[in-house]
């Protein structure tokens, strides 16, 4: 299991600032919903790609469950689980404002469309009252648009949290 949190952070602070992360209480287990205090349970290593050219590796800190014994992972909200690429990476590169590669794009398109549905659905229930065009992608675009705007990471937090899973899983 994985949550979001703002660590009020960019990538490359988080990075060298990880440490003096102050990382949420989490009072209910999200795996069990046993109500019990989730123990420190150290970090792992992964991937975290902000742009084409720059590659860096964080570290995730670990929650681990006293009653159900699972462990959950708080990724940082510039993340999204299970992709490489950060968020913004991710949405700027399907609105076209930055490279990425033919294969990637294609998969990261195939992902988004997927849950474009259930984006539009949450950002209706945010509160966006725009006319979307009739074309998949010119409406994912539109989508896209609304997401950056509203502020990415938060609709990723909020989004997660609703239907825990992302707005780009499978
Ligand atoms: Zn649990």
């Not at 050219?53 to 708080?74: A, D, K, M, N």
């Not at 590669?101 to 509160?127: C, G, P």
């Not at 725009?130 to 990415?152: F, Q, V, Y």
Request: hydrophobic share 45%; proline share 5%.
């Amino acid at each position: 299991m994985q949550v979001l949190v703002d660590v009020h952070m960019s990538p490359q602070e988080y990075t060298q600032r990880f440490r003096e992360v102050e990382w949420p209480v989490l009072e209910t287990c999200p795996v069990c919903g046993a109500r019990a205090r989730l123990l420190g349970h150290g970090w792992y290593s992964r991937n975290a790609l902000p742009t084409r050219e720059v590659e860096l590796v964080v570290r995730i800190h670990r929650l681990f469950c006293p009653v159900c014994l699972r462990t959950v992972s708080v990724l940082p909200s510039f993340l999204l689980p299970f992709f490489q690429h950060t968020a913004r990476f991710v949405v700027k590169s399907l609105l076209g404002k930055v490279k990425s590669y033919r294969e990637l794009l294609r998969f990261h398109w195939r992902r988004f469309l997927k849950n474009a549905n259930r984006v539009l659905a949450f950002l209706r229930d945010l509160d966006m009252r725009e006319h979307l065009p009739e074309d998949g992608k010119e409406r994912a675009m539109k989508l896209l648009g609304s997401i950056e705007t509203s502020g990415l990471e938060m609709f990723s937090m909020l989004f997660q949290k609703h239907y825990h899973r992302g707005f780009m899983a499978i």
